[in-house]
């Protein structure tokens, strides 16, 4: 038998140089554009990046060599020189230590590595010791708010009936309260909700021992970190009598207003409730439109084309914040309240539901690594146990002990939320702020002078240089008028809280005790809406339940998605003009370009739209307007 022979395998086609630079090109593109953490950890660190930087060219160090190194003793004496700048507003050690993270993180952007555990450790005990020692830093992290049931209810309450703001469109309030319930009943991130489109949800019809139940399935498929899931997580809703608590009622309101069903016979909530599976089966799919499967369920206004919701923007993590922070003061409580509150709060609930175990807990939480996150970081610090009664073997109110706690429990409706006008003339009349004012005038006089001469002189370039270096100034002096002014109306307010906090219960206690009796209930005051389809939802709210109640809550949600405020605009700017002007120059640019011009040749009033409709939900819609108002001010002057 002769010997096998083997068979190399055919040499493969060689690539030229440049064929390889390129793909060694697209590769490191691709390692550059991979996301190793969310977007709002992004900018943290692109802020400590460019402190650092700073700090290294002010002290002639090679800012990429060091990061890379990452000295402890190089890292403590940044961290202890930036807590000496006079502009810096850390006063706690957890906020130091976040700093100290952050940078650690830059080092893995540039270096592909993590920091040596033992140079964390030596960073950890100075910041935690010394630094805070010497800096006077409070080593006490703040109790993180939470919200109950109870909490939301307060919320959704204050959606619906008492929030007097304007919405450019309606659709937005049947948009929050939707991701109020998502967030609250899920236990998700904000990102991971607004990432929702159709083709994530299922509709259908469920036989179950004999009854019928009208379910809805929502797929998670986003991260914070806007990455897809390998393994997305589905949670399965059910139709409730009680509407504004219902999942499954506002997710179906959206889609009527949208259209979104395959058949054009259903147009109403009824025709959906009263579908069942046919026999033999025990589950009815209901199919969405191919062609709205990748449209986003929370989507943005904006004032481009006929004026509507854009399909394909969707809302921003920001601007949902913002607007949960408004509805958090509109309800009275005293701690901010955020898209994490929601999260803590069900994260808690669930871990003290019987039939919820560490493991499920995690799951909807996305903690990967076990309990740990959990306990550091979500587990709330207030104790939700009665001790006491455990200990004497009495029957445990757990009830009351969580109540104590509650977000709501802090509710007064006369706290001050925002300045008066008075308050705020106050503040600019100061006089640290009346030397910035009086610098910005001087600055304005000398770009008014070589202006002037520019125009007499048109072909000196010194002159022109001049006049671009003092417009430069002055625009950069009426920055630091806004800034001051921001920064002092936040710290005059919570002054004035502080010291409502303060007096409001002494007050109530000598009331009390002297014999004046307090009124049972607060006057009510008619609340007046726009829309009627507004008026009844609030009416259901305070009602008891019903399954023709809940019908027609559907169909006003559906209604209230194709309305819009169109005199939201005017009512705004009336508003501005009716208060005194805050931090507006007392003339507008002094040059206004061709272009800047042209926005403005449609009416006043296009700025003023886009600077509402680029952040509907900010809690700064006000400040933009004003803004916006000045500037077309300043264009009618000018044109």
Partial sequence: MGKRKYFADPPQPKITKAEYEEHRKHTEQSFAGAKLWASGTVLAIDRIENRWKSHCEQYDLDWLKAIIAYEPTEVVTFLKLYLRQKDTNVKTTATLDTYA?????VHIRYAGSRVHPDALQKIHIAVQGTLSREEGLDQQEPIRALMTAS???????????TDNGVLPHERHRVQIATLLL????????????INVKYGDLGLFTLRHEGVHYLCLTIMLKVTKNELHRKRPKVYTFM??????????????????????FATNSIDSPETVFELKPRLGTNALSIPWKPEILDTPIFRRWTT?????????????????????????????????MTSYCLRRGAGNAFNDHAQCNDSIRNLILDHSQGSKIFARNYLSRNIRFDARSAFLGTDCRNDVII???????????????????????AVRRESAIAAVCDERNTQRQEADRLKDLSLQKPYDTAIAQQLATAMQQWEYTCSRIKALLVARYRSRLREIVAEYKFNAPVEDIERQLSGKLQPTERPKTKQKYTFVERSRIAEALLSKS???TRNQVVKDMAALCKRKDSVLVQRLIRQREAEDEDWEPEEGPIVVNKGRAEDFSNGSMTMAKRSISSDIYSGNIRCRLRIAHSHTKTVERNS
């Fill in 101 to 105: 993270h952050n940078l650690s993180q």
């Fill in 304 to 336: 481009s084309g006929d004026k509507k919701i854009e399909d394909s923007q969707r809302l921003t993590y920001n601007g949902v914040n913002d607007y949960f922070q408004k509805l958090g003061l509109q309800a009275g409580f005293e701690e901010p």
């Fill in 151 to 161: 909490d939301l209810i307060c919320v959704i309450q204050c959606n619906w009936v």
């Fill in 239 to 260: 139709l409730d009598d009680n509407p504004t608590l219902c999942l499954v009622s506002h997710f179906m309101a959206l889609a009527l207003a949208d259209s979104a």
């Fill in 403 to 425: 109540a104590a706690h509650q977000m709501s429990s802090t509710i007064d409706p006369d706290r001050p939320i925002r300045l008066t006008a008075e308050q705020r003339a």
């Fill in 546 to 548: 019903s399954a023709s």
């Fill in 182 to 193: 998502a967030a609250a009943f899920t236990g998700s991130r904000p990102f991971a909700l």
